[in-house]
């Protein structure tokens, strides 16, 4: 397994995320740290201690669903990225990236837990007023593996975001 530390908002460590490296069919995919007092996965948003001055400065947060989109995001110098734990965006991680932006971007994984968990969390943004578009990925299954191909690409896409209710209109 792979480890990732869970910092707060402070750049504290408060928990752990192991992901498995080679799926053999029968080990979780992730194991996390336990709910602690300092540790709450629905309230901790991966990244966010290292992308807030990106999100201040660019008035734009990017939402992605996985630790390793998140990184891989961020090496390409996508530095206003985090991540949710799982698909849960919670209302509490909205009032986190409402502090710092009112303009946020979804781009949960192509899979339907990802798009289902996308069209929850938009519907929950947009009652809170955030300004919310979808950044589209095509023949990929995640931010990560799109910008494994090309930083360029991903760049497109998220230049490329739709609003989310014209999104959901024409489906």
């Given amino acids: 397994r792979i480890t990732f530390p869970i910092f707060n908002y402070f750049g504290e460590v408060v928990g752990f995320s192991a992901r ?11 194991i996390n740290s336990p709910e602690t007092v300092i540790y709450n996965k629905s309230k901790t948003l991966f990244g966010l201690n290292f992308a807030k001055e990106a999100m201040r400065k660019k008035d734009e947060a990017v939402i992605v669903e996985g630790q390793m989109d998140c990184i891989a995001a961020h090496q390409a110098g996508f530095t206003n990225t985090v991540a949710v734990s799982g698909t849960a965006l919670t209302e509490s991680g909205l009032v986190q990236l409402g502090r710092l932006t009112k303009n946020l971007k979804f781009c949960f994984d192509a899979d339907a837990a990802g798009q289902n968990a996308s069209r929850r969390a938009g519907e929950m943004a947009l009652k809170q007023g955030f300004r919310l578009k979808l950044i589209v990925l095509k023949n990929v299954k995640d931010p990560d593996e799109l910008i494994k191909k090309s930083p360029g690409l991903w760049e497109k896409v998220v230049l490329q975001a739709v609003w989310f209710l014209d999104f959901y209109i024409e489906q």
């Fill in 20 to 30: 498995i490296l080679n799926d053999d069919g029968k080990s979780a995919k992730y």
